[in-house]
């Protein structure tokens, strides 16, 4: 089948890594990904992860901490099939597999273990016939696909698939290996979810799977069902058992009609940012003022971290009084407490999507 050609050329919102000594900027979709200088200019589309005709790197990838190893799932409209690319920590293509999807899927994002990588099929597939009629994207939700979860061996091989309730995977919170299962905790939004709106009758929650690959099966359990999105952990720990992760409370971001073709509005974001503690089974809130509108938390440990939680977390926050931003830097051990510090920017950044904390 045809497709975009590599090295799409246009500017990446989605994202942004720092791998093999470079910044780069993603989105998904075959679109190169932009290199940035270190004061953050763009120096241009770069090749890194190119494989073939629009397979590069795509906005969602996981970094092994351990090995540097990068992982991406990519995808295509128009392909019947997903590519998973592994980097090495020079940015080396050491390894690609197709993943056959028997349809044209949207992939948005993907888990890693120490053994597997953890595919999603959701039921939301290339519909070009959906801008015809007015929507805004070309994928819509597909009552003949069941959603299914899949291991793929990190060395390659078969896709071990196993249907789970009707949803989109949205945003992976982390996944890890435990004796013979595969647990995975990730934000989900409900069955047909309307991409052409970004609309649905339920709001998106915290959910757990736990895969039984011998048996074939998955329990599903509900972590938080408070709204919430842009989940997150310690890069130390992606891959590996975790006790805690951070996400945004976006009551008011489901609530809202969010327009496809400009920055998502602050009012679309709440004012509170969630600690999970997934050993306890409890949870902590930061909230900021009334008015104000707070995106994705990005965890940055210790200098010499002594706990999983030693370290600092860090979000925009919109000052709608200064009409700007600042850069909010909470304590994590102590997370409902003041901030720690407060970098007022010069302007107004919009809020939305993700980022990283890349030192110097």
């Given at each position: ?60 990838t ?58 999603y ?8 016939e959906a ?29 071990r ?76 720990f ?8 951070y ?114």
């Open positions: 089948m045809s497709g975009p050609t590599a090295g799409a050329d246009f500017s990446c919102n989605t994202h942004v890594i720092g791998h093999g000594g470079r910044t780069l900027t993603l989105t998904e979709g075959g679109a190169a990904p932009q290199e940035l200088s270190y004061e953050l200019d763009s120096i241009g589309p770069c090749s890194l992860g190119a494989t073939r005709p629009g397979f590069t790197i795509p906005a969602h996981k970094r092994d901490p351990r090995t540097g190893e990068l992982h991406s799932i990519s995808y295509v409209a128009g392909f019947d099939f997903v590519r998973h690319t592994v980097l090495d920590a020079a940015g080396e293509v050491t390894h690609v597999q197709d993943i056959e999807m028997g349809g044209s899927v949207m992939m948005h994002d993907f888990a890693l273990t120490e053994r597997h990588v953890v595919v099929d959701s039921p939301v597939t290339f519909r070009p801008l015809q009629a007015g929507a805004g994207v070309p994928f819509a939700w597909d009552d003949r696909r069941p959603a299914r979860v899949g291991l793929l061996p990190r060395t390659g091989g078969d896709v698939w196993t249907e789970v309730g009707p949803c989109f995977a949205s945003h992976t919170l982390n996944a890890y290996d435990d004796g013979p299962y595969v647990v995975v905790e990730l934000v989900t939004l409900p069955e047909r979810f309307d991409f052409g709106t970004l609309t649905a009758d339920r709001y998106g929650v915290l959910d757990r799977w736990t895969i039984d690959p011998v048996a074939g099966t998955v329990r599903e359990e509900r972590i938080d069902d408070r709204p919430q999105e842009f989940p997150r952990v310690s890069e130390s992606v891959s590996r058992r975790h006790r805690y992760g996400a945004a409370a976006t009551a008011a971001m489901y609530r809202a009609y969010v327009p496809l073709d400009g920055p998502l509005p602050d009012a679309a974001f709440d004012n509170a940012l969630i600690k999970h503690d997934l050993l306890r089974g409890s949870c902590e809130i930061h909230r900021f003022a009334p008015d104000a509108a707070v995106g994705e938390a990005v965890f940055v440990p210790s200098e010499s971290p002594a706990a999983e939680d030693d370290g600092y977390v860090l979000a925009y926050a919109h000052d709608p009084v200064r009409g700007a931003a600042d850069l909010v830097v909470l304590s994590a051990q102590d997370f409902t407490a003041e901030p720690l510090a407060r970098v007022h920017l010069p302007r107004r950044v919009p809020l939305g999507l993700h980022g990283n904390w890349l030192p110097g």
